[in-house]
């Protein structure tokens, strides 16, 4: 199964039920549609049941029937659509596992002014057997299957709107007395007799659409640099005062040095020498040698070390990594925080899910802000801050 669209109601006769849904099949259907007994009234009429809507692109043929071919199908989507709509809210849906299928579903709102509180409830949903499929189409999707349901809720406003005018407490009385027997389609709600058509040419285009998504490549990676210099350095100034230094390069203040070798070592650290030029002015690090190592900078302690400070500092002063071994494992740290930077520089949306999943924590976001300045233009960057801050709470 590539994934199956339907329309579903709530019958206020029959519940939620199944109106329409369209299918995507490599050749022409071996079968009609089932012959299970489905509910039946005006409110849950679409197609006749042994009628179908069909359209053709060079690859696929596209089927809308009232239920699905298969059997086992139509159970599986009349399952889904008693769970759309069984959820008070309208709004969107994720459900599912690997025995029923995954589904999304969107449900909402048609005006009928002889429906109980004048509101029918329909649902769109999306079935597929492949989780990750159906979720890599979930932005797509919902954008047009909400657009789908602005219109149906459009129209049906409009046919409302006559109503009331034309006869506005015969509606009224009429939704009071007759809660049993006032079952209308979605065609005569919209005032469109070809609905059904529309809906069937809407839904073919959704599930001939194929979603790619375009990651932006950088052939910039990191060059690995000598790392024993960095360790050197890591072992002459000392922990202390390295971390100071580090946290300055890793988020983007101004370190400064009369050695222009020693300041190239330092920022070995970044996966690009040249974000130099993007680090904020106003914060600064200057260090010098005297008999000692002295460090001048306004820059604040912030507390929890970054995991990525972390990691690099463990690598420098782990004995057991010899050179060769420190050079790789340093670039595969600085590489990886260089992903972590990039996914949250594309991605069109950041939650919580997503960092966890990065395993991005609260004393991150300074390093990530840095980097992620790095990897994305103005606009993007000063939304990606705002998510970053909003998730964590920081203010
Ligand atoms: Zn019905």
């Avoid at 009232?66 to 009349?78: E, G, I, M, N, S």
């Avoid at 109503?163 to 919209?190: I, K, Y």
Wanted: charged share 20%.
């Amino acid at each position: 199964m590539e994934g199956i669209l339907a329309l579903g109601h709530f019958c206020e006769t029959h519940g939620p039920c199944v109106v329409l849904s369209t299918q995507r099949c490599k050749g022409d259907p071996e079968q009609g549609p089932h012959s299970l007994t489905v509910p039946w009234c005006e409110a849950c009429q679409s197609l006749e049941l042994d009628q179908a809507l069909v359209s053709r692109d060079e690859y696929c043929i596209y089927v809308t029937t009232r239920t699905p071919l298969q059997q086992d199908l139509a159970f599986l989507l009349k399952q889904a659509t008693v769970r759309s709509l069984s959820c008070e809210q309208e709004g969107t849906l994720y459900f599912g596992d690997n025995e029923r299928g995954h589904v999304i579903s969107h449900s909402f709102t048609v005006h009928d002014s002889l429906a109980r509180g004048f509101l029918r409830k329909y649902t769109i949903l999306m079935l597929m057997r492949d989780k990750l499929h159906l979720l890599n189409k979930w932005t797509f999707l919902l954008k047009h299957i909400k657009d789908i349901a602005g219109i149906l809720n459009e129209y049906s406003a409009k046919v409302n709107e006559e109503e009331q005018l034309q006869r506005p407490q015969r509606s009224v009385r009429q939704a009071q007395n007759q809660p049993n027997n006032t079952g209308r389609s979605l065609s005569q709600l919209t005032g469109k007799p070809a609905i059904y058509a529309h809906l069937h040419l809407w839904f073919a285009w959704l599930l001939g659409c194929q979603i790619i998504v375009e990651k932006p490549f950088s052939s910039n990676l990191p060059v690995p640099k000598p790392s024993s210099l960095l360790r050197t350095l890591f072992q002459e100034i000392g922990q202390e005062k390295f971390k100071l230094i580090a946290l300055c390069i890793l988020t983007g203040k101004t370190v400064d040095a009369s050695d222009p070798n020693m300041l190239e070592t330092l920022y070995s650290m970044l996966p690009d020498p040249n974000w130099v030029q993007k680090a904020d002015k106003s914060k600064y690090c200057k260090i010098r040698k005297e008999n000692n190592w002295l460090i001048d900078s306004n820059v604040l302690n912030p507390g929890k070390t970054s995991t990525l400070q972390n990691e690099i500092e463990n690598a420098l002063g782990d004995a057991r990594l010899t050179e060769s071994a420190l050079e790789p494992q340093l670039t595969s740290i600085v590489m990886h925080w260089l992903h972590i930077a990039r996914v949250l520089s594309w991605c069109p949306q950041m939650d919580l899910k997503l960092l966890q999943s990065l395993n991005v924590q609260k004393h991150d976001i300074p390093v990530l802000i840095y980097w992620t300045l790095n990897c994305s233009d103005c606009d993007k960057h000063d939304s990606i801050v705002k998510s970053l801050y909003n998730i964590y709470g920081v203010s």
